[in-house]
């Protein structure tokens, strides 16, 4: 069983930068960053695996960054020059499995969420 939470969200205007952090209990091969804004379904971010590859989704490339610290257990999300459109409930998500690269960013392809950290982009 994978246990993950989230930390770092909070509210910011557009423009800044928050940078998430996701403690995991084991060190599952794939993670990666959901998130859900209001009144919408939850939607992939960006994925990470053991190996350090990596993939986005086109509305963050460029402005945001994953990154883990396997050794403490942690994943990163680097979000710079947030909009509006950003403010969402994000989530941290793991598998066992080794993703077909590059990553889909579905839903499905994770087993393990967290339960979610709060960030709030005011114009």
């Known amino acids: 069983q994978v246990q993950l939470v989230e930390s770092g969200g909070g509210s910011v205007q557009a423009g800044g930068s928050l940078r998430l952090a996701c403690r995991s209990n084991r060190v599952p091969y794939s993670m990666g960053w959901f998130r859900q804004p209001p009144g919408k379904q939850r939607e992939g971010v960006a994925g990470i695996d053991s190996g350090g590859r990596t993939t986005y989704a086109d509305s963050v490339k460029g402005r945001f960054a994953i990154s883990r610290d396997i050794a403490a257990q942690t994943l990163y999300l680097q979000m710079n020059s947030l909009r509006s459109d950003d403010t969402a409930m994000y989530y941290c998500?793991?598998?066992?499995?080794?993703?077909?690269?590059?990553?889909?960013?579905?839903?499905?392809?994770?087993?393990?969420y967290g339960r979610g950290t709060q960030v709030t982009v005011s114009s």
């Open positions: 998500a793991a598998t066992w499995e080794r993703l077909t690269f590059p990553f889909r960013l579905q839903e499905d392809d994770y087993t393990h």
